[in-house]
């Protein structure tokens, strides 16, 4: 079975911003983690691990999931 990984909606808002204060819209992000962040953000749908490792290079930090 596949992992699945969670992140708070507080932690998902503060990536969101951190990113589009360097220049990024939802779309450059859809593009960059091969999935749709609002699915993520706004219906707290969980992400793949795959998903969740390019996130975390696109933030250039750790993250924890849940």
Do not use: W
Request: a negative charge; hydrophobic letters at 30%.
């Amino acid at each position: 079975m596949e992992t699945r990984i969670n992140l708070t909606h507080s932690k998902l808002l503060r990536i969101q911003s951190n990113l589009k204060e360097r220049g990024y819209t939802l779309e450059d992000i859809r593009n960059e983690i091969n999935a749709d962040f609002r699915n993520f953000l706004y219906k707290e749908h969980s992400m793949s691990e795959e998903t969740f490792k390019r996130l975390c290079k696109l933030v250039e930090e750790p993250l924890e999931g849940e």
